[in-house]
Nanobody, 128 residues
Framework: QVQLVESGGGSVPPGGSLRLSCTAS????????IGWFRQAPGKGLRGVAF????????FYEATVNGRFLISRDSAKNTVYLQMNSLKSEDTATYYC?????????????????????WGQGTQVTVSS
């Protein structure tokens, strides 16, 4: 059974940093595309950053590009989202999601419906 667990959320002031972790059990994440999504209060779920099975195959949503970094640690079966220069508009519940990568997968075209496995979410609050 695939289980994804997010951690690392919290409350930070604007300009601060957080590192979110997505750790898997029941599956080797090296074979999966991992996506980080977020849902702000009153808004829909949006993709933030994705990473394919090749670490250089990444996607970043425009508002986080240059501030967030997605990476893998295969030994820990974990994917990270390093978030720097946080802004109040980054406040949201963050979810990680996973989907087995195939030869037809185009990472930067994936949407929420393409991901079959989801974590429970972790809250990030950016406020002074």
């Amino acid at each position: 059974q695939v289980q994804l667990v997010e951690s690392g959320g919290g409350s930070v002031p604007p300009g601060g940093s957080l590192r979110l972790s997505c750790t898997a059990s029941g599956v080797n994440l090296d074979h999966y595309v991992i996506g980080w999504f977020r849902q702000a209060p009153g808004k829909g779920l949006r993709g933030v950053a994705f990473i394919g099975t090749t670490d250089t195959n990444t996607f970043y949503e425009a508002t986080v590009n240059g501030r967030f970094l997605i990476s893998r640690d295969s030994a820990k079966n974990t994917v990270y989202l390093q978030m720097n220069s946080l802004k109040s508009e980054d406040t949201a519940t963050y979810y990680c999601a996973a989907e087995l990568e195939s030869e037809d997968t185009v990472v930067d075209e994936m949407t929420r419906s393409d991901f079959g496995f989801w974590g429970q979410g972790t809250q990030v609050t950016v406020s002074s």
